[in-house]
């Protein structure tokens, strides 16, 4: 069965329209009431990112998903990236094992480098060792969740002697991780050794950039042996905007667009759209755009929409989130036609569980 929800990189951003910027405490809230509108429509994740620096106000997510968690009973919770090269491993495995236990189960993460070059000198850190950082400090936290005692030692932090991180995963069975990229063969390469998700964020280049990417990591997935290369653990990222009538959506969604602080003030919206997985128009037309994937992706576990940024006010994006539960029950029949039985299911902490005890055994 495959996964769908929402992710958000809590900028805070003038509306074009009116002029106004909300407050930290209003988009704080904001993305709050995103995630529990984004269960109440039946989605199944909600991913948040993390930022340290202006406009965005993400900085902890852990804090974030666990106020999430108590007010939730089945959204999973996730990120949409946790910066695995600026915090230390050691505080990535107690967090991440702690909010594992106050939701159940309900966490995995999505691990990544982010895009904000000037977050590595504020943590101590150098841009330069990005990759060796992202290489290190993984199998670094691969360790911790999965030794009771860790004895360990490398280039960018200090030895570790008889090292136990607690609380232990929930269950014995460490949140599942996703190594998320939009450039990097070498993360490609990492998800694939440890046999863990690939998340592609594709939202901004041509569909031919994520699908090298993508099948670089499937042909080193069955590589390392963790199965077929369509077996390989697959998300993606996507952006909508809809309304009834796709003229409508279109001029509504043009003055964010145009001035949203990713994007704005280059290619059109139209040529935008064109080439790449943005989708700007009727419930149906994002239907569409959205089962293309699979024919330019293979089968994969997990799609995230984008869907409150560049300043789209709270009611609009809640009206969004109609829209998307009224389609996804639709993507999810289409998606299950001729899925092959052997393609695995998005992953879960119960499927997760279920797969070691049968290693057990």
Do not use: C
């Not at 992202?134 to 936290?141: H, M, P, Q, R, S």
């Not at 989708?279 to 869907?307: A, N, W």
């Not at 609009?316 to 998307?324: G, I, M, R």
């Amino acid at each position: 069965m495959m996964q769908f929800g929402v992710f958000t990189v809590g900028d805070v951003t003038p509306d074009p329209t009116t002029g106004r910027t909300p407050t930290e405490a209003e988009r704080i809230k904001a993305m709050v009431t995103i995630a529990l509108k984004a269960e109440e429509v039946g989605l199944d994740v909600f991913a948040t990112g993390e930022h340290h620096n202006p406009p965005f106000v993400p900085s902890s997510p852990t804090t974030m998903l666990g106020y999430i968690a108590a007010r939730t009973e089945r959204l999973i919770l996730s990120t949409a990236t946790t910066l695995i090269t600026t915090n230390d491993p050691v505080k990535i495995a107690e967090d991440y094992a702690m909010l594992q236990h106050l939701a159940d189960g309900r966490v995995d993460l999505v691990l990544g480098r982010g895009n904000t070059s000037p977050v590595y000198p504020w943590f101590g850190r150098d841009i330069r060792d990005g990759i060796d950082l992202a290489v290190e400090n993984y199998a670094l936290l691969h360790k911790l969740w999965r030794e009771d005692v860790v004895d360990w030692q490398g280039r960018f932090r200090t030895p570790l002697q008889s090292f136990t991180a607690t609380p232990r995963p929930l269950d014995g069975v460490p949140p599942f991780v996703w190594h998320g990229s939009i450039r990097s063969p070498q993360i490609a390469e990492q998800a694939a050794y440890y046999g863990d998700g690939f998340f592609a964020n594709n939202i901004f280049w041509p569909k031919e950039h994520y699908i090298r990417l993508i099948n670089l990591y499937r042909q080193r997935f069955e590589h390392y042996g963790h199965g077929a290369a369509h077996q390989a653990y697959v998300g993606l990222g996507g952006q909508v905007f809809m309304r009834r009538n796709s003229q409508d959506a279109v001029r509504e969604f043009r003055p964010y667009f145009d001035n949203a602080p990713v994007y704005g003030h280059g290619p059109s919206l139209e040529e935008f759209t064109e080439q790449t997985p943005l989708t700007v128009g009727s419930p149906q037309e994002v239907i569409d755009k959205t089962l293309t994937f699979r024919q330019h992706f293979g089968d994969y576990q997990r799609q995230l929409f984008l869907m409150d940024h560049a300043g789209l006010p709270l009611k609009t994006v809640l009206e969004q989130l109609d829209f998307l539960g009224e389609i996804v029950p639709v993507l999810r029949a289409e998606f299950a036609v001729g899925r092959p039985a052997d393609v695995p299911d998005a992953p879960t902490h119960r499927g997760l569980l279920a797969a070691k005890a049968e290693v057990v055994r």
